[in-house]
């Protein structure tokens, strides 16, 4: 069912935003031939004829340098997708916000086994349960139990909706998570929950005096030469953005002014293909951003929870669907918007695929699309590997 714009209106009530998931990586045949760029690009225009508005795909290896974008980044305009559009990215905002924690907690002005309560005030701490036992590393691997205050209750979707230009800081966030019973004891179990985010990015903030979207600039964005990347609150440039849609009772809806300004500790990067590839690979091979132990920390899967989640700091870590090794991933999902990011050491391989639409087909679509596309990657550079002497 390919999407159309039919309607565009100012506002509406959808599903909540869920702010990333899990993927279990699952095959789907892929047997065309033809060169891997090819094939790469065939994917992604076979899944914008299918009906995604746009999308954008990353994949980079040794043997594999492939760049490229199909459909449009603005329905209303026709304006074509360009490996320059920058697009919100949801939940990969995460992966952003725990790499500042670490550097924070190699300088020692962060600990990640240390309770809450030593950065946070009685007022914040008196009312969330527990907070004696919640340290930073629960928040950071989502085992502190705190319900999400983005999709376990209304409260703060209702406000958001009705303030769809605000521009919400963590600590106005956090105060949705108040009073509300855990899910569970800390370090007992795992919920995947924004609010963890939330709360740990006004550590940040408290703790270096900073807002978290300037740190992320100093601390990631310039040493690496990210210049299409930001977080939503900050105005800086003006970088052809790209708009995301939903499909509600056959109509199109554009939920671009939602997230164009958009920029808590849990979500809000926006960002190119390529800037996101650079950022994974750096962030997991180098010391530009980490140190190894801290890069040690970030990839350490709790063992809280029944069955144990694969969810680092910051980062999923998965078995290699394809392989026997670990990739590394996060993803992130809301209204209009999805964008993955994944990194295959055994391949030294590093996949980043964005799109600008979500819902009913679109997730379909999409769900297809990236499946095919780390089959296709990981197939293309376990090839090229065995090629080379």
């Not at 085992?143 to 209304?154: A, I, P, Q, W």
Request: aromatic fraction near 10%; charge should be negative; hydrophobic fraction near 40%.
């Amino acid at each position: 069912m390919k999407l159309i714009p039919l309607i565009l209106l100012p506002a509406l009530l959808v599903p909540p935003p869920v702010h990333g998931y899990d993927r279990t990586g699952a095959r789907v045949p892929v047997h065309v031939v033809m060169p891997h760029d090819a094939r790469f690009q065939a994917l992604i225009d076979a899944a914008v004829r299918e009906g995604l508005p746009g999308v954008s795909l990353r994949v980079k290896a040794p043997g594999i340098d492939f760049k490229g974008v199909a459909g449009v980044a603005d329905l209303a305009t026709g304006e074509p997708f360009t490996t320059d559009h920058v697009m919100y990215v949801a939940s990969l905002g995460k992966t952003f916000t725990a790499a500042v924690a670490l550097q924070l907690c190699e300088e020692g002005r962060l600990e990640l086994d240390v309770p809450i309560t030593t950065w946070l005030p009685l007022d914040v701490t008196g009312h969330i349960p527990f907070s004696g036992k919640i340290t930073l590393r629960h928040l950071l691997s989502h085992t502190s139990g705190l319900v999400d205050y983005l999709n376990d209750d209304r409260a703060w979707q209702a406000d958001f909706y009705r303030e769809p230009h605000r521009q919400w800081t963590n600590s106005e966030v956090v105060p949705y998570v108040f009073d509300r019973p855990l899910l569970f004891e800390p370090g007992t179990g795992f919920h995947y929950s924004n609010s963890n985010y939330i709360l740990a990015g006004w550590i940040i903030e408290r703790v270096t005096i900073q807002p978290l979207h300037a740190l992320i600039r100093e601390r990631i964005l310039a040493p690496l030469g990210l210049k299409h990347t930001f977080s939503g609150d900050e105005t800086i440039g003006s970088e052809a953005r790209v708009h995301g849609y939903i499909r509600r009772r056959g109509r199109i809806f554009d939920t671009y002014r939602w997230y164009s300004h958009f920029g808590l500790a849990d979500s809000g990067m926006h960002s190119t293909a390529d800037d996101l590839a650079l950022f994974l690979k750096s962030l997991l091979t180098t010391d530009d951003i980490l140190s190894e132990r801290m890069r040690t920390e970030m990839t350490k899967v709790s063992a809280s929870g029944h069955p144990t989640h694969p969810y680092g700091i910051g980062l999923f870590v998965q078995r290699d669907p394809l392989g026997p090794g670990l990739w590394y991933a996060n993803n992130g999902v809301d209204p209009g918007y999805h964008a993955d990011m994944m990194y295959f050491p055994d391949h030294d391989l590093t996949v980043v695929l964005c799109a600008n639409a979500s819902q009913e087909m679109a997730d379909l679509i999409y769900e297809r699309l990236i499946t095919a596309v780390v089959q296709l990657a990981n197939e293309t550079a376990r090839a090229i590997r065995l090629t080379v002497p």
